[in-house]
T-cell receptor, first 112, second 111 residues
Framework: GAGVSQSPSNKVTEKGKDVELRCDPISGHTALYWYRQSLGQGLEFLIYFQGNSAPDKSGLPSDRFSAERTGGSVSTLTIQRTQQEDSAVYLC??????????FGDGTRLSIL | GENVEQHPSTLSVQEGDSAVIKCTYSDSASNYFPWYKQELGKRPQLIIDIRSNVGEKKDQRIAVTLNKTAKHFSLHITETQPEDSAVYFCAHQGGSEKLVFGKGTKLTVNP
């Protein structure tokens, strides 16, 4: 079946604008994760959704970042009033409960 | 309590040699330890994982060992090939259910 799908694959925007990044997980997967990867760096956890439970938002770096997951499937990560340090690749992953996570190709975000 | 330290940050080996990457964690509740391979510009891909009830797992040229007492786990790649060149990330998952990743090891296999 289809893997984790993310859109857009690339996004260039001006500082101060809001952006929305989309993640479509593997069908049937209960858990969905967002990570951020800066150039040449590791994976920084942002937020985690599991079923109908309250999301774990402990990794969100500021209140400009928010995410939602509608209907237990598609998720949107929103960054308001973007800043240059937000430039990174944003990766989404999904899993079935505590089974291995599968990653999407990511969205490369560039803030001018 | 959730951090994981990964060493070395870079590793260069000759084709055919073995490569070993080590990770140390501190969360005693951690019970799942995956390893991901990320080629340049591509998504991380799971290559092997181990759960805390097992000390070693092998898949062809790749093996992972886990020492829960010492809180460290290692990735072993034997008979390395140029296509093994990539960044490798260890991770662990504990009671919070989120994966905590190491900072990565850039492996270069020289032909």
């Amino acid at each position: 079946g289809a893997g984790v799908s993310q859109s857009p694959s690339n996004k260039v925007t001006e500082k101060g604008k809001d952006v929305e990044l989309r993640c479509d997980p593997i069908s049937g997967h209960t858990a969905l994760y967002w990570y951020r990867q800066s150039l040449g760096q590791g994976l920084e956890f942002l937020i985690y959704f599991q079923g109908n439970s309250a999301p774990d938002k402990s990794g969100l770096p500021s209140d400009r970042f928010s995410a939602e997951r509608t209907g237990g499937s598609v998720s949107t990560l929103t960054i308001q009033r973007t800043q240059q340090e937000d430039s990174a690749v944003y990766l989404c992953a999904s899993s079935f409960f505590d089974q291995p996570q599968h990653f999407g190709d990511g969205t490369r975000l560039s803030i001018l | 309590g959730e951090n994981v330290e990964q060493h070395p940050s870079t590793l260069s080996v000759q084709e055919g040699d073995s490569a070993v990457i080590k990770c140390t964690y501190s969360d005693s509740a951690s019970n799942y330890f995956p390893w991901y391979k990320q080629e340049l510009g591509k998504r991380p891909q799971l290559i092997i994982d181990i759960r805390s009830n097992v000390g070693e797992k092998k898949d062809q040229r790749i093996a992972v060992t886990l020492n829960k007492t010492a809180k460290h786990f290692s990735l072993h790649i034997t008979e390395t090939q140029p296509e093994d060149s990539a960044v490798y990330f260890c991770a662990h998952q504990g009671g919070s259910e989120k994966l905590v990743f190491g900072k990565g090891t850039k492996l270069t296999v020289n032909p």
